[in-house]
């Protein structure tokens, strides 16, 4: 079996920051791309930024510049720096992996159970 577990969020001011970490854990052969995602309350759950295998990275609009995601290979460990937080970016934040696992065939995909983020104005 494989596990992503969130950690790092928590309640801070606008303008402050938070990192995020998603580690990954058990029967993985490889890490492939990774994505942080996250839900506001009534609203669907979006894209943040993603980081490939090879450490190419995407961004959503709302937070280029803003945000960095970078991995650690031998952790099997991603992380979303996230500077000059707004209240808009609240909501809970949500890892997302595409990995290969040992007795699998093929890629198979992985959600972790999410992490709050709150920005108070």
């Known amino acids: 079996q494989v596990q992503l577990v969130e950690s790092g969020g928590g309640l801070v001011q606008a303008g402050g920051s938070l990192r995020l970490s998603c580690a990954a854990s058990?029967?993985?052969?490889?890490?492939?791309?990774v994505g942080w995602y996250r839900q506001a309350p009534g609203k669907q759950r979006e894209l943040v930024a993603q980081?490939?295998?090879?450490?190419?990275?995407n961004y959503a609009d709302s937070v280029r510049g803003r945000f960095a995601i970078s991995r650690d290979n031998g952790k099997n460990t991603v992380y979303l720096q996230m500077n000059s937080l707004m209240p808009e970016d609240t909501a809970v934040y949500y890892c997302?992996?595409?990995?290969?696992?040992?007795?699998?065939?093929?890629?198979?995909?992985?959600w972790g159970k999410g992490t709050q983020v709150t920005v108070s104005s």
């Open positions: 997302h992996a595409e990995l290969s696992q040992i007795g699998v065939t093929g890629i198979v995909y992985y």
């Open positions: 058990g029967s993985i052969v490889s890490l492939y791309a």
């Open positions: 980081i490939s295998s090879g450490a190419s990275t």
